[in-house]
């Protein structure tokens, strides 16, 4: 049982190069989310999906878009990558949408650098 | 939203109990309150979460005052494995799962 899981886990871009960072979770949840944390800071919401087939912005969405492809799948792409957007992502899934007390389960995180 | 308050950085010694604490004054009725912790290079890791009650897991202990304002993280014998940075959350106002994170709690365990 791999929880959620994360790929890849560095990547280096180049300012305005794109790329999709993936996350799957096998654990039949209906919720996941994509965290961002910079150093020394709290983990920041980017966007979610409360269930397969919708979406739903964070707090710092703008920069990036997000897919729903399927209940296990969850992608996040930067478009045209930022120096500000140089950062470690973490995805993140939970059982039952809606409901505060279903705990977060994390992937491991992708570093993502952007020079 | 409803905010959390948590101390930058605490130390312990290990085999010693550790109480973990958070403010959260402007918490609402249906706010569960939920304990995350992150060890180095990883995601983080579910700890615990209640809503008034105190709560007993395998890892830990929560206690939460009356008037729901703060609660404590209690790990009744630390390790050197318990040395992370321990969350304390709240969801966002208008219900579901998202959960904001704050800057947390450094743990420091010495032998």
């Known amino acids: 049982n791999a929880g959620v899981t994360q790929t890849p886990k560095f990547q280096v871009l180049k300012t305005g190069q794109s790329m999709t960072l993936q996350c799957a979770q096998d654990?039949?949840?209906?919720?996941m989310y994509w965290y961002r944390q910079d150093p020394g800071m709290g983990l920041r919401l980017i966007y979610y999906?409360?269930?397969?087939?919708?979406?739903d912005k964070g707090e710092v969405p703008n920069g990036y878009n997000v897919s729903r492809l399927n209940k296990r799948e969850f992608s996040l792409r930067l478009e045209s990558a930022a120096p500000s957007q140089t950062s470690v992502y973490f995805c993140?899934?939970?059982?039952?949408?809606?409901?505060?007390?279903?705990?977060?389960?994390f992937g491991n995180g992708t570093r993502l650098t952007v020079t | 939203d409803a905010k959390t308050t948590q101390p930058n950085s605490m130390e312990s010694n290990e085999e010693e109990p550790v109480h973990l604490p958070c403010n959260h004054s402007?918490?609402?009725?249906?706010?569960?309150i939920h304990w995350y912790r992150q060890l180095p290079s990883q995601g983080p890791e579910y700890v615990i979460h209640?809503?008034?009650s105190n709560v007993n897991n395998r890892m830990a202990s929560l206690a939460i005052a009356e008037d729901r304002k703060s609660s404590t993280l209690i790990l009744h014998r630390a390790t050197l494995r318990d040395a992370a940075v321990y969350y304390c959350?709240?969801?966002?106002?208008?219900?579901?799962?998202?959960?904001?994170f704050g800057t947390g709690t450094q743990l420091k365990v010495e032998l």
């Open positions: 993140a899934s939970s059982e039952i949408a809606g409901r505060r007390n279903s705990p977060l389960h």
């Open positions: 654990m039949n949840h209906n919720s």
């Open positions: 999906s409360a269930s397969e087939g919708t979406t």
């Open positions: 402007t918490i609402s009725g249906t706010d569960y």
């Open positions: 209640g809503l008034t």
């Open positions: 959350i709240l969801p966002f106002t208008g219900g579901g799962n998202k959960l904001t």
